[in-house]
């Protein structure tokens, strides 16, 4: 389905890249300058498989369930939480962090990033979030592949109590696989978990504009579920090519297959009611498991969607009706959902600043969502809705030991975290921008 | 920022010149001891309005006086009075006071313990009405990007007045926003101030008095979307600044021409006024010889006196008038700029731009008034300190470009510390809704980094900053007898995230209140299954 037209714009846009890249250089003909300290979150040493045991005493924890527990402490070793209670000793020789007082949480997930993926938003160079060309399906791009855990965005994002991020392909229908990145580790084998984590449906319009719709994005959708589904019927037809055409390559239908197992969910990024309820039905069509981003007129139908348990991962910033598929976007579309039963995800659906994570689920609260939902919704329920709740999202023995400890309540403004912990290893809360600030905080600078 | 010159210029006699200034020419010099200076009184066209909006302000519907009893008042003066009360009467702030006040008759009063109240906050930078809700290609009225240097054109001419972001920034405490335009162009043309009324006009929304802004944009817009966009200038930052340089350097020749046209004038009338008084002279002169020698035939002089007689005494003729330059609307905005009757706003991320354009600022002779984004400002803090720039930049917006990439969060708290006059803008028809919880984290990472801020200048980067860079500064931006009644009662401490405007008023009148369902500003939105700015729910904070 590759076009010609497009290849070919392409290769003269890289061109163009490349010739302006040489005349760059070439203005750049002088000594060259000397190269900067690293930044600390470059210089650190490579993350041990089993970081040191590591003890949180005495805070309030919240185990991102709902539950609140007083005065309690947290045992973590080999990257996991072995033990959480009420004084519990801590064996002599482990680290401890002091967290009387403070307020301990899991560590925050932002559910829908480009994390590692885009480094600057405008420059084309620095993107790996979108496989690009004109085919819409690209089910088996993968977003691990492009996922930079050097980028200066990981150690910005987690200074502020975000320990994981969801990092989603863009582009297309079918934009690829997502994956969950924690945020810490040198390599992507040490920063992400294994395996896709879900199938990224983009139904909201983001298809090339001469594609039409949700109406043309439903019915290509709905070709290439089934197309998938005939394909791992009969996968020796296809091999012997005595299969029909298919609208979707080889790898795209392997990719599909897993969702139709329900190996992995589908997340359908839709708006409009009338969308959501369409992409619904779909899922129920091919046995998919389904869940909803963007979700603006979600309040709408939250009974419905309550009553299929379909999760839905929403960003309360949202500013009001700014697109006609999202007339009806309103402030307290997270409170709405989660009074009906529905299980509410908060995203900042940002990458610079997905650090906003925070706050941007204090303002679901101040919207009317409940509190400890709020934290729910960017610990456990992100967790669960993309298919990794065994391992993460809650405080319980064996789990991933991603937490926060906070100065106070962690949806407000003022509150800091204290220690970030990822993978059961207090990480280094300095980035580039500290770096920066460090530089700068006296003038005239000295370098 | 009014110069008593400028308000002088309001008077409804002047407000009628501009469009007879170039004919101006045939009204005599008022006084030959004025010939000097060329028509004193006369504006040349650059001076005659602070704003091209000004006109047909709507004044807000009378109210009845509000008292708030029992607040937190956040003056915005740098003083805070813990347990106070405001009094609102015909639309200005008539009593401030600590303890309670006692209200005059027919008051609403409104007990607000545990509550605060603060100035409406005011947004330098708002792309509201020209790049309005929702997303429509028939809406797009903020770049006039058909040529990168564009003074002539204003967003007020732009502006779409059912944007349904205006009701929703007035929910989030904002009384006032800049129109801008966008930042394709190098110059993008002329900003209006707003007070947000519901309205079938900007003119009729436009803050009285306001001067107009003039926006600028450095760095990798223009050369984005003229360079790489269509091969055309400019492409570089290079190109950037000299077409800059050039739209200053023909608006100083323009002024030029202008001011010699004057003194070409007042020289020739009053050379034709001195042929007149010399023409005059000679006939009062004859006139006095004929009745003296009416009244003494004898007298020794008449004999000579009568051979002049014969001669007759033409008028002098009048001298053809110099032709005025052609009106020229952009160049008359960059003068205004250059004299500071516009104020410059220029959109900026980096240290070495922001450098740039002030050595621009410096050679062809205008004040920068606010820069916008700058990001890299805490680079140069000491300068713009020293230059009296003030700087609009968001709390934490970072990355989204390569100028970009050296945003940090405490960007507006080094300002601060160092004296320079920071202003949290937003750009964003998002951020404009809850512009209280950015000054609130820019004032938590200044503290986080150790530095002793406190909430009443926080405070300030929302209400009387903005004001300032705005020239409204004696109008509004804070508490105090005699402004405008442009304020927010909160629920709760401003700086909460939990924290919600309760009421908002301008001019004394109520313009938002929390849960009230009044139908929705926007007729857009009439009829229309929209989300609107309420909370239904109550309040889940802890």
Redesign the interface.
């Known amino acids: 389905m590759t076009n010609p037209r497009s290849l070919q714009k392409t290769f003269v846009s890289s061109l163009f890249v490349l010739i302006a890249h040489f005349a760059a250089t070439e203005a750049l003909a002088q000594p060259a300058r000397p190269a900067p300290a690293p930044a600390p979150a470059a210089a650190k040493a490579a993350t041990p498989a089993a970081a040191a045991p590591l003890a949180i005493v005495g805070g309030r924890v919240h185990t991102g369930t709902g539950e609140v527990l007083e005065d309690t402490t947290i045992l973590v070793e080999k990257g996991l939480v072995q033990k959480i209670g009420k004084g519990l000793a801590v064996p002599a020789g482990v680290t401890t962090i002091d967290a009387k007082g403070a307020i301990v949480t899991p560590g925050f997930v932002d559910a829908l990033t480009s994390i590692g993926l885009v480094e600057i938003s405008l420059e084309d160079s620095t993107h790996d979030d979108d496989r690009g060309g004109k085919d819409p399906i690209r089910a088996a791009f993968r977003a691990a592949d492009g996922y930079n855990p050097a980028s200066t965005v990981v150690g910005i994002t987690r200074a502020e109590g975000v320990t994981s991020a969801a990092v989603v392909p863009l582009g297309g229908l079918f934009s690829g696989q997502s994956a969950w990145a924690d945020l810490d580790g040198d390599t992507r084998e040490s920063a992400l978990a294994a395996g896709p984590l879900a199938l990224h449906v983009h139904l909201d319009g983001s298809l090339d504009g001469d594609r039409g719709g949700p109406a043309a994005a439903l019915h290509l959708a709905r070709e290439v579920f089934d197309d998938a589904r005939t394909f791992q019927k009969n996968r020796a037809a296809w091999e012997r090519n005595q299969s029909r055409p298919f609208a979707a390559s080889r790898l795209d239908l392997e990719a599909v297959g897993d969702a139709l197992a329900g190996r992995v969910p589908v997340v359908f990024h839709v708006d409009r009611a009338s969308d959501i309820l369409a992409a619904v039905a779909l899922a129920k069509e091919f046995g998919l498991r389904p869940v909803i981003a963007g979700g603006a007129e979600a309040w709408k139908i939250a009974p419905r969607l309550a009553e299929s348990k379909v999760p839905v991962i929403v960003n309360p910033l949202e500013p009001g009706p700014t697109t006609f598929d999202t007339l009806g976007m309103r402030n307290d579309n997270a409170a709405l959902l989660h009074a009906a039963g529905v299980p509410v995800v908060i995203t900042t659906n940002d990458t610079h600043n997905a650090r906003k994570l925070r706050q941007v689920a204090g303002n679901a609260v101040r919207a009317g969502l409940p509190h400890a939902a709020a934290i729910a919704a960017i610990t456990s329920a992100p967790a669960a809705a993309l298919g990794v709740g065994a391992k993460y999202g809650t405080l319980a023995p064996g789990k991933v030991a991603n937490l926060v400890v906070w100065s106070g309540d962690p949806l407000e403004i003022a509150s800091r975290p204290l220690a970030v912990v990822i993978r059961g290893k207090k990480v280094d809360l300095g980035n580039r921008q500290s770096a920066l600030f460090t530089r700068y905080r006296k003038l005239p600078i000295a370098r | 920022m009014f110069s008593r010159r400028a308000f002088r210029l309001l008077s409804p006699l002047l407000l009628a010149l501009p469009a007879c200034a170039s004919s101006s020419t045939s009204a005599p010099p008022s006084s030959p001891a004025k010939a000097e200076a060329p028509f004193p009184d006369v504006p040349f066209p650059w001076e005659a309005r602070p704003s091209t909006a000004a006109g047909i302000e709507t004044p807000a519907a009378a109210s009845p006086p509000v008292l708030i009893r029992n607040a937190t008042l956040w003056l915005a003066t740098g003083k805070t009075i813990p347990r106070g009360s405001i009094l609102l009467q015909n639309g200005k702030i008539a009593q401030v006071a600590e303890g309670d006040l006692t209200p005059p008759e027919g008051a609403r009063i409104l007990d607000a313990a545990g509550k605060f109240v603060t100035p409406g906050i005011i947004d330098t930078h708002s792309h509201i009405g020209v790049y309005p ?4 290609v028939a809406h797009l009225d903020g770049n006039e990007a058909s040529s990168p240097v564009t003074p002539d054109v204003q967003t007020v001419d732009g502006f779409w007045p059912q944007d ?2 205006i009701e ?1 920034a007035v929910a989030g405490g904002v009384t006032t926003l800049q129109i801008l335009p966008g930042s394709a162009n190098l110059i993008g043309g002329r900003a209006v101030t707003l007070k947000l009324r519901p309205a079938l006009s900007p003119r009729q929304m436009h803050f009285p008095g306001a001067p107009d802004g003039l926006k600028m944009a450095c760095g ?1 817009n223009p050369k ?1 979307t003229y360079g790489k966009g269509r091969h055309a200038a400019p492409g570089t930052r290079m190109g950037n600044l000299a077409m800059q340089r050039k739209a200053f350097l023909d608006a100083k020749k323009y002024e030029d021409d202008w001011r010699q046209h004057r003194t070409i004038e007042a020289n020739r009338l009053r050379d034709d006024q001195k042929k007149r008084a010399a023409y005059e002279a000679d006939v009062a002169s004859r006139k006095q010889q004929q009745a003296q020698c009416n009244d003494d035939p004898s007298l020794s002089a008449c004999a000579e006196w009568q051979k002049g007689w014969d001669k007759p005494l033409d008028p002098p003729r009048p001298s053809d008038p110099d032709a005025a330059p052609a009106r020229d609307l952009a160049k008359e905005t960059l003068v205004g700029a250059m004299r500071g009757r516009v104020l410059v706003h220029i959109h900026c991320y980096r240290a070495d731009d922001m450098l740039a354009m002030l050595a621009l600022a410096d050679e062809v002779g205008f004040q920068v008034r606010s820069f916008h984004h700058a990001l890299e400002a ?2 140069i ?2 300068i713009l300190a020293k230059k009296n720039v003030s700087v609009s930049t968001w709390a ?7 100028e ?7 960007n507006i708290a ?1 300002l601060q510390e ?1 004296g320079a006059l920071p202003i949290v803008h937003t750009d ?3 951020g404009v ?2 512009m209280n ?1 950015e000054a ?2 820019a ?2 990472s200044g ?3 150790g530095m002793p801020l406190t909430d009443e200048e926080a405070i300030r980067w929302l209400t009387h900053n903005p004001a300032w860079a705005l020239g409204i500064e004696k109008r509004v931006g804070t508490l105090e007898v005699g402004k405008d009644a442009d304020v927010v009662l909160w629920d709760r401490h401003p ?6 405007a309760e009421e908002v008023w301008i001019d004394g009148a109520t313009v938002y209140q929390k849960g009230n369902k009044r139908p929705p500003w926007s007729d857009f ?1 009439l009829g ?15």
């Open positions: 809700m929702p997303d429509a349904p972001a929703r990798e984005r805490y680079k803090r000491d934490d917006w970072w990355g989204f470009k390569m970009a990439y050296d945003g940090i969060p405490e080094l160092s964003s028809a998002e809704q809850r919880q609130s984290k004032l938590a503290r986080r980094a700086f909460s995230v939990y924290a919600s939105e229309q299954d929209t989300g609107r700015p309420t909370t239904l729910l109550p309040g889940g904070a802890p």
